[in-house]
Protein backbone atom coordinates (compact mmCIF):
# COMPACT_ATOMS: atom_id res chain seq x y z
CA UNK A 1 0.00 0.00 0.00
CA UNK A 2 1.28 3.41 -1.01
CA UNK A 3 2.03 6.25 1.81
CA UNK A 4 -0.97 8.36 3.84
CA UNK A 5 0.12 11.06 1.48
CA UNK A 6 -1.37 9.52 -1.62
CA UNK A 7 -4.66 8.85 0.19
CA UNK A 8 -5.16 12.63 1.79
CA UNK A 9 -4.66 15.40 -0.70
CA UNK A 10 -5.47 18.72 -0.01
CA UNK A 11 -6.70 20.79 -3.22
CA UNK A 12 -9.18 22.45 -5.38
CA UNK A 13 -12.15 20.52 -5.93
CA UNK A 14 -14.41 19.27 -6.96
CA UNK A 15 -12.75 16.51 -8.00
CA UNK A 16 -9.93 14.93 -7.31
CA UNK A 17 -10.40 12.53 -10.61
CA UNK A 18 -11.06 15.75 -12.53
CA UNK A 19 -9.21 18.82 -11.08
CA UNK A 20 -6.81 17.63 -8.48
CA UNK A 21 -5.32 14.53 -11.43
CA UNK A 22 -5.10 16.75 -13.89
CA UNK A 23 -3.73 20.01 -12.05
CA UNK A 24 -0.58 18.11 -10.73
CA UNK A 25 -0.08 16.37 -14.21
CA UNK A 26 0.07 19.84 -15.58
CA UNK A 27 2.49 21.39 -12.85
CA UNK A 28 5.19 18.64 -13.09
CA UNK A 29 4.37 18.95 -17.47
CA UNK A 30 5.11 22.19 -16.78
CA UNK A 31 8.03 22.28 -15.00
CA UNK A 32 9.99 19.60 -18.01
CA UNK A 33 9.20 22.53 -20.82
CA UNK A 34 10.33 25.59 -20.69
CA UNK A 35 9.82 28.58 -22.82
CA UNK A 36 7.01 26.85 -24.91
CA UNK A 37 4.55 28.94 -27.08
CA UNK A 38 1.07 26.81 -26.27
CA UNK A 39 -0.47 23.87 -25.14
CA UNK A 40 -2.96 21.65 -25.95
CA UNK A 41 -4.16 19.02 -23.50
CA UNK A 42 -6.62 16.06 -24.48
CA UNK A 43 -9.05 15.08 -22.27
CA UNK A 44 -10.80 11.52 -22.49
CA UNK A 45 -13.33 8.73 -20.98
CA UNK A 46 -14.99 10.22 -17.73
CA UNK A 47 -12.70 12.83 -17.85
CA UNK A 48 -13.76 14.22 -21.30
CA UNK A 49 -17.55 13.57 -20.67
CA UNK A 50 -17.64 15.02 -17.09
CA UNK A 51 -14.69 17.54 -17.50
CA UNK A 52 -16.85 20.62 -18.09
CA UNK A 53 -19.13 19.80 -15.25
CA UNK A 54 -16.18 19.20 -13.06
CA UNK A 55 -14.26 22.43 -14.37
CA UNK A 56 -11.58 20.30 -15.76
CA UNK A 57 -10.36 22.56 -18.67
CA UNK A 58 -10.37 25.58 -16.14
CA UNK A 59 -8.51 24.18 -13.97
CA UNK A 60 -5.78 22.96 -16.74
CA UNK A 61 -5.80 26.87 -18.49
CA UNK A 62 -5.42 28.35 -14.61
CA UNK A 63 -2.21 25.83 -13.97
CA UNK A 64 -1.00 26.35 -17.32
CA UNK A 65 -1.41 30.02 -17.59
CA UNK A 66 -0.26 32.28 -18.90
CA UNK A 67 1.34 30.09 -21.63
CA UNK A 68 -1.80 29.88 -23.83
CA UNK A 69 -3.99 26.05 -23.35
CA UNK A 70 -6.27 24.38 -26.05
CA UNK A 71 -8.39 21.75 -24.09
CA UNK A 72 -10.36 19.11 -26.57
CA UNK A 73 -12.60 17.10 -25.06
CA UNK A 74 -11.72 13.83 -27.17
CA UNK A 75 -13.78 10.26 -27.72
CA UNK A 76 -11.03 7.83 -29.26
CA UNK A 77 -8.96 6.91 -26.59
CA UNK A 78 -6.23 3.93 -27.27
CA UNK A 79 -4.95 3.39 -23.66
CA UNK A 80 -6.68 0.62 -21.81
CA UNK A 81 -7.90 2.99 -18.55
CA UNK A 82 -11.38 4.12 -18.36
CA UNK A 83 -9.68 8.07 -17.86
CA UNK A 84 -6.95 10.27 -18.88
CA UNK A 85 -5.47 12.83 -20.54
CA UNK A 86 -2.77 13.87 -23.20
CA UNK A 87 -0.52 16.60 -22.52
CA UNK A 88 1.38 18.55 -25.20
CA UNK A 89 3.57 21.20 -25.10
CA UNK A 90 4.46 23.31 -28.51
CA UNK A 91 7.11 25.63 -29.73
CA UNK A 92 4.65 26.85 -32.54
CA UNK A 93 4.63 24.07 -35.08
CA UNK A 94 7.19 21.80 -33.02
CA UNK A 95 5.88 19.57 -31.02
CA UNK A 96 8.62 19.31 -27.79
CA UNK A 97 6.93 16.87 -25.44
CA UNK A 98 4.45 14.44 -25.45
CA UNK A 99 2.78 12.97 -21.85
CA UNK A 100 0.05 10.36 -21.66
CA UNK A 101 -1.55 10.43 -17.86
CA UNK A 102 -4.00 8.31 -16.08
CA UNK A 103 -6.71 9.51 -13.48
CA UNK A 104 -6.35 6.98 -11.11
CA UNK A 105 -8.97 8.37 -8.68
CA UNK A 106 -8.41 10.35 -5.59
CA UNK A 107 -6.03 13.04 -7.01
CA UNK A 108 -3.83 9.93 -8.22
CA UNK A 109 -1.97 10.05 -11.33
CA UNK A 110 0.48 7.45 -13.12
CA UNK A 111 2.57 9.21 -15.84
CA UNK A 112 3.44 6.90 -19.01
CA UNK A 113 7.29 6.12 -19.47
CA UNK A 114 7.97 8.32 -17.26
CA UNK A 115 10.53 8.73 -14.08
CA UNK A 116 7.68 9.69 -11.51
CA UNK A 117 6.61 6.77 -9.35
CA UNK A 118 3.38 8.25 -7.33
CA UNK A 119 2.49 4.49 -6.44
CA UNK A 120 5.31 3.43 -3.96
CA UNK A 121 4.70 0.81 -1.55
CA UNK A 122 5.35 1.77 1.80
CA UNK A 123 3.15 -1.48 3.66
CA UNK A 124 4.15 -4.36 2.57
CA UNK A 125 0.46 -5.94 3.70
CA UNK A 126 -1.93 -5.95 1.33
CA UNK A 127 -5.27 -6.79 3.27
CA UNK A 128 -6.82 -5.90 6.79
CA UNK A 129 -5.70 -9.73 7.95
CA UNK A 130 -2.16 -9.19 7.12
CA UNK A 131 -2.10 -6.36 8.94
CA UNK A 132 -4.41 -7.94 11.95
CA UNK A 133 -1.80 -10.21 11.73
CA UNK A 134 1.22 -7.98 11.78
CA UNK A 135 -0.51 -5.31 14.76
CA UNK A 136 -1.22 -9.01 16.67
CA UNK A 137 2.22 -10.23 16.25
CA UNK A 138 3.92 -6.78 17.39
CA UNK A 139 1.66 -5.79 19.61
CA UNK A 140 0.81 -2.78 17.68
CA UNK A 141 -2.81 -0.62 17.58
CA UNK A 142 -3.90 0.33 14.12
CA UNK A 143 -2.49 3.71 14.55
CA UNK A 144 0.95 2.28 15.85
CA UNK A 145 0.55 0.25 12.73
CA UNK A 146 0.88 3.38 10.92
CA UNK A 147 3.29 5.11 12.58
CA UNK A 148 5.54 2.34 12.30
CA UNK A 149 5.66 2.17 8.33
CA UNK A 150 5.35 6.24 8.01
CA UNK A 151 7.32 7.85 11.09
CA UNK A 152 6.72 11.27 10.02
CA UNK A 153 3.28 11.05 9.06
CA UNK A 154 1.79 13.25 12.15
CA UNK A 155 2.20 16.08 11.26
CA UNK A 156 1.51 15.58 7.73
CA UNK A 157 -1.91 14.51 9.17
CA UNK A 158 -2.46 17.37 11.45
CA UNK A 159 -1.94 19.40 8.49
CA UNK A 160 -5.14 17.99 6.70
CA UNK A 161 -7.12 18.17 9.45
CA UNK A 162 -6.37 21.16 10.32
CA UNK A 163 -8.05 21.79 6.43
CA UNK A 164 -10.51 19.55 7.01
CA UNK A 165 -11.52 22.02 9.86
CA UNK A 166 -11.61 25.05 7.48
CA UNK A 167 -13.08 23.63 4.69
CA UNK A 168 -15.97 22.76 7.74
CA UNK A 169 -15.90 26.24 9.08
CA UNK A 170 -15.90 28.19 5.83
CA UNK A 171 -18.63 26.13 4.02
CA UNK A 172 -21.28 27.18 7.42
CA UNK A 173 -20.27 30.96 6.64
CA UNK A 174 -21.43 31.04 2.85
CA UNK A 175 -25.25 31.57 1.57
CA UNK A 176 -26.09 31.74 -1.97
CA UNK A 177 -25.90 29.43 -5.37
CA UNK A 178 -23.54 27.26 -6.17
CA UNK A 179 -21.47 27.66 -9.04
CA UNK A 180 -22.65 25.99 -13.18
CA UNK A 181 -25.66 26.12 -14.55
CA UNK A 182 -27.67 24.31 -12.11
CA UNK A 183 -28.11 27.48 -9.52
CA UNK A 184 -28.22 25.41 -6.39
CA UNK A 185 -28.97 26.24 -3.28
CA UNK A 186 -26.40 26.39 -0.64
CA UNK A 187 -28.05 25.04 2.43
CA UNK A 188 -25.56 24.51 4.86
CA UNK A 189 -25.53 27.74 7.44
CA UNK A 190 -29.46 26.92 7.22
CA UNK A 191 -28.76 23.42 8.64
CA UNK A 192 -25.99 24.84 11.28
CA UNK A 193 -28.54 27.34 12.28
CA UNK A 194 -31.37 24.28 12.38
CA UNK A 195 -29.14 22.29 14.22
CA UNK A 196 -28.06 25.37 17.36
CA UNK A 197 -31.81 25.64 18.02
CA UNK A 198 -32.92 22.28 18.21
CA UNK A 199 -34.28 21.38 21.66
CA UNK A 200 -33.76 17.40 20.61
CA UNK A 201 -30.80 15.91 21.53
CA UNK A 202 -30.71 13.27 18.39
CA UNK A 203 -31.87 15.61 16.32
CA UNK A 204 -29.47 18.17 16.87
CA UNK A 205 -26.50 15.80 16.38
CA UNK A 206 -28.15 14.67 13.19
CA UNK A 207 -28.56 17.94 11.62
CA UNK A 208 -24.81 18.91 12.81
CA UNK A 209 -23.30 16.13 11.06
CA UNK A 210 -25.77 17.28 7.91
CA UNK A 211 -24.54 20.99 8.11
CA UNK A 212 -21.01 19.96 8.45
CA UNK A 213 -21.26 17.72 5.76
CA UNK A 214 -22.67 19.99 2.98
CA UNK A 215 -20.85 22.68 4.57
CA UNK A 216 -17.63 20.76 2.92
CA UNK A 217 -19.31 19.21 -0.26
CA UNK A 218 -20.45 22.63 -0.87
CA UNK A 219 -16.87 23.90 -0.63
CA UNK A 220 -16.02 21.37 -2.86
CA UNK A 221 -18.72 22.27 -5.62
CA UNK A 222 -17.86 26.15 -5.57
CA UNK A 223 -13.87 24.86 -6.69
CA UNK A 224 -12.56 25.69 -3.09
CA UNK A 225 -9.57 23.74 -0.70
CA UNK A 226 -10.91 20.47 0.51
CA UNK A 227 -8.77 16.94 1.30
CA UNK A 228 -9.61 13.89 -0.57
CA UNK A 229 -11.39 11.73 1.79
CA UNK A 230 -10.33 9.04 0.05
CA UNK A 231 -11.96 11.25 -3.04
CA UNK A 232 -13.14 15.02 -3.48
CA UNK A 233 -16.83 13.76 -4.93
CA UNK A 234 -16.42 12.10 -1.03
CA UNK A 235 -14.83 14.94 0.71
CA UNK A 236 -17.43 15.47 3.10
CA UNK A 237 -17.86 12.49 5.21
CA UNK A 238 -14.97 11.99 7.31
CA UNK A 239 -14.28 15.41 8.15
CA UNK A 240 -18.03 16.24 9.23
CA UNK A 241 -16.90 13.21 11.85
CA UNK A 242 -13.66 14.81 13.04
CA UNK A 243 -15.06 18.08 12.73
CA UNK A 244 -18.21 16.77 15.24
CA UNK A 245 -16.20 14.83 17.64
CA UNK A 246 -13.50 17.49 18.01
CA UNK A 247 -15.88 20.73 18.40
CA UNK A 248 -19.18 18.81 19.83
CA UNK A 249 -17.88 15.58 21.57
CA UNK A 250 -14.29 17.37 22.87
CA UNK A 251 -11.71 14.96 21.54
CA UNK A 252 -8.23 16.27 21.59
CA UNK A 253 -6.40 16.95 18.89
CA UNK A 254 -4.20 13.58 18.71
CA UNK A 255 -7.48 11.28 19.01
CA UNK A 256 -8.41 12.92 15.26
CA UNK A 257 -5.21 12.56 13.91
CA UNK A 258 -4.82 8.81 15.45
CA UNK A 259 -8.99 8.32 13.93
CA UNK A 260 -7.51 9.49 10.18
CA UNK A 261 -4.73 7.17 10.44
CA UNK A 262 -6.98 4.53 10.94
CA UNK A 263 -9.29 5.65 8.42
CA UNK A 264 -6.86 5.41 6.04
CA UNK A 265 -5.51 2.38 6.44
CA UNK A 266 -9.35 1.25 5.40
CA UNK A 267 -9.28 4.11 2.90
CA UNK A 268 -5.73 2.06 1.41
CA UNK A 269 -6.41 -1.37 1.18
CA UNK A 270 -9.88 0.10 -0.68
CA UNK A 271 -7.43 1.69 -3.28
CA UNK A 272 -5.22 -1.72 -3.53
CA UNK A 273 -7.65 -3.57 -3.27
CA UNK A 274 -10.49 -2.20 -5.77
CA UNK A 275 -10.83 1.43 -6.63
CA UNK A 276 -11.91 5.03 -4.93
CA UNK A 277 -13.02 5.94 -8.51
CA UNK A 278 -16.08 6.82 -8.95
CA UNK A 279 -15.16 6.81 -13.01
CA UNK A 280 -14.04 3.00 -12.68
CA UNK A 281 -16.18 1.25 -9.87
CA UNK A 282 -19.52 3.72 -9.33
CA UNK A 283 -20.04 5.69 -6.06
CA UNK A 284 -19.71 2.90 -3.62
CA UNK A 285 -15.96 3.33 -4.71
CA UNK A 286 -15.95 6.84 -3.49
CA UNK A 287 -18.98 7.51 -1.15
CA UNK A 288 -19.09 3.74 -0.41
CA UNK A 289 -15.16 4.00 0.56
CA UNK A 290 -15.63 7.18 2.35
CA UNK A 291 -18.20 5.63 4.54
CA UNK A 292 -16.43 2.81 5.54
CA UNK A 293 -13.23 4.87 6.50
CA UNK A 294 -15.78 6.91 8.83
CA UNK A 295 -17.45 3.96 10.10
CA UNK A 296 -13.77 2.57 11.05
CA UNK A 297 -12.87 5.66 12.29
CA UNK A 298 -15.65 6.36 14.76
CA UNK A 299 -15.74 2.99 16.17
CA UNK A 300 -11.81 3.64 16.78
CA UNK A 301 -13.04 6.70 18.32
CA UNK A 302 -16.00 5.18 20.41
CA UNK A 303 -13.07 2.78 21.87
CA UNK A 304 -13.72 -0.81 20.43
CA UNK A 305 -12.19 -3.64 19.37
CA UNK A 306 -10.40 -4.78 15.79
CA UNK A 307 -13.13 -6.79 15.13
CA UNK A 308 -15.79 -4.79 15.93
CA UNK A 309 -13.52 -1.29 13.84
CA UNK A 310 -13.51 -4.00 10.90
CA UNK A 311 -17.05 -5.24 11.27
CA UNK A 312 -18.69 -1.48 11.33
CA UNK A 313 -16.12 -0.69 7.78
CA UNK A 314 -17.50 -3.58 6.49
CA UNK A 315 -21.27 -2.52 6.93
CA UNK A 316 -20.83 0.37 5.67
CA UNK A 317 -19.25 -0.83 2.49
CA UNK A 318 -21.56 -3.73 1.82
CA UNK A 319 -24.89 -1.64 2.18
CA UNK A 320 -23.03 0.84 -0.43
CA UNK A 321 -22.46 -1.79 -2.50
CA UNK A 322 -23.66 -1.19 -6.24
CA UNK A 323 -23.97 2.42 -5.99
CA UNK A 324 -24.20 4.38 -9.00
CA UNK A 325 -22.56 7.82 -10.29
CA UNK A 326 -24.69 9.56 -12.43
CA UNK A 327 -23.91 13.21 -11.35
CA UNK A 328 -26.17 15.43 -13.16
CA UNK A 329 -25.31 17.84 -15.75
CA UNK A 330 -21.45 16.44 -14.67
CA UNK A 331 -21.51 18.76 -11.50
CA UNK A 332 -20.79 17.06 -8.63
CA UNK A 333 -23.46 18.51 -6.56
CA UNK A 334 -26.67 16.04 -7.23
CA UNK A 335 -26.95 13.20 -6.17
CA UNK A 336 -23.02 14.03 -4.08
CA UNK A 337 -23.88 16.73 -1.63
CA UNK A 338 -27.19 14.87 -0.49
CA UNK A 339 -25.41 11.68 -0.65
CA UNK A 340 -22.36 12.59 1.67
CA UNK A 341 -24.82 13.59 4.44
CA UNK A 342 -26.35 10.24 4.07
CA UNK A 343 -23.33 8.54 4.41
CA UNK A 344 -22.09 9.87 7.47
CA UNK A 345 -25.28 9.41 9.44
CA UNK A 346 -25.04 5.52 7.43
CA UNK A 347 -21.25 5.10 8.96
CA UNK A 348 -22.78 6.39 12.75
CA UNK A 349 -25.68 3.76 11.78
CA UNK A 350 -22.81 1.26 10.91
CA UNK A 351 -21.19 1.34 14.35
CA UNK A 352 -23.82 1.09 16.15
CA UNK A 353 -24.91 -2.06 14.80
CA UNK A 354 -21.45 -3.75 14.53
CA UNK A 355 -21.47 -3.13 18.31
CA UNK A 356 -24.74 -4.06 18.78
CA UNK A 357 -24.35 -7.51 16.58
CA UNK A 358 -21.39 -8.34 18.18
CA UNK A 359 -22.97 -9.34 21.12
CA UNK A 360 -24.84 -12.00 19.64
CA UNK A 361 -22.86 -13.47 16.56
CA UNK A 362 -20.20 -12.75 14.30
CA UNK A 363 -19.94 -10.52 11.34
CA UNK A 364 -20.49 -13.27 8.65
CA UNK A 365 -18.73 -11.08 5.82
CA UNK A 366 -15.13 -9.65 6.44
CA UNK A 367 -13.77 -6.52 5.20
CA UNK A 368 -11.27 -7.81 2.80
CA UNK A 369 -14.38 -9.52 0.97
CA UNK A 370 -16.90 -6.83 1.00
CA UNK A 371 -13.79 -4.99 -1.08
CA UNK A 372 -13.46 -7.51 -3.30
CA UNK A 373 -17.14 -7.35 -3.75
CA UNK A 374 -17.04 -3.64 -4.22
CA UNK A 375 -14.21 -4.42 -7.19
CA UNK A 376 -16.07 -7.34 -8.95
CA UNK A 377 -19.82 -5.00 -8.71
CA UNK A 378 -17.72 -2.17 -10.42
CA UNK A 379 -16.54 -4.02 -13.23
CA UNK A 380 -19.85 -5.28 -13.79
CA UNK A 381 -21.59 -1.62 -13.52
CA UNK A 382 -22.05 -0.22 -17.11
CA UNK A 383 -19.98 2.66 -18.26
CA UNK A 384 -23.27 4.95 -18.30
CA UNK A 385 -23.74 4.53 -14.40
CA UNK A 386 -19.86 5.28 -14.05
CA UNK A 387 -19.26 9.07 -13.85
CA UNK A 388 -20.05 9.62 -17.57
CA UNK A 389 -22.97 11.35 -16.75
CA UNK A 390 -24.73 8.98 -19.97
CA UNK A 391 -27.71 7.77 -17.32
CA UNK A 392 -29.43 7.52 -14.34
CA UNK A 393 -29.85 10.16 -12.45
CA UNK A 394 -27.91 12.27 -15.52
CA UNK A 395 -30.39 11.34 -18.01
CA UNK A 396 -33.92 10.80 -16.36
CA UNK A 397 -34.19 14.05 -13.84
CA UNK A 398 -34.96 17.21 -15.96
CA UNK A 399 -33.40 19.99 -14.24
CA UNK A 400 -34.87 22.43 -16.48
CA UNK A 401 -38.29 21.97 -15.60
CA UNK A 402 -37.50 22.02 -11.92
CA UNK A 403 -36.65 24.68 -9.05
CA UNK A 404 -33.24 23.63 -7.48
S1 LIG B 1 -22.08 10.41 -7.73
FE1 LIG B 1 -20.51 9.80 -6.24
S2 LIG B 1 -18.76 9.10 -7.48
FE2 LIG B 1 -20.13 10.28 -8.82
S3 LIG B 1 -19.28 12.37 -8.82
FE3 LIG B 1 -20.86 12.24 -7.22
S4 LIG B 1 -19.76 11.70 -5.34
FE4 LIG B 1 -18.37 11.27 -7.05
Redesign the pocket.
Known amino acids: MESLKELYKAGPGP?SSHTLAPMRACELFKEHVKDVTHYEVELYGSLSLTGKGHFTDAIIEKTLAPTPTKVLFKTDWDYDFPSGLILKAFNHDRLELTWVVYSLGGGSIKILNSEYDFQKSIYPETSLCEVYEFCKKHKLTLPQYVYHYEPDIKPYLEEMLMVMFASVREGLKQEGLLPGTLKLKRVAKDLHFKASHSTSEDKGKRLKLMAYSYAVSEQNASNQTVVTAP?M??CGILPSLLYYAYYDLGFEKHRLIDALAVAGIFGNLIKTNATIS?AIG??Q???GSACSMAAAAKAFLDGHSMRIIENAAEIAMEHHLGLT???IAGY?MI??IE??AAAIMRAFDAVFMASTLGDFKDNVVGFDEVVSTMNYTGQKLVVELK?TSLGGLATIVNVDKKSV
Open positions: STGAGGCAEVCDPVPCRNE
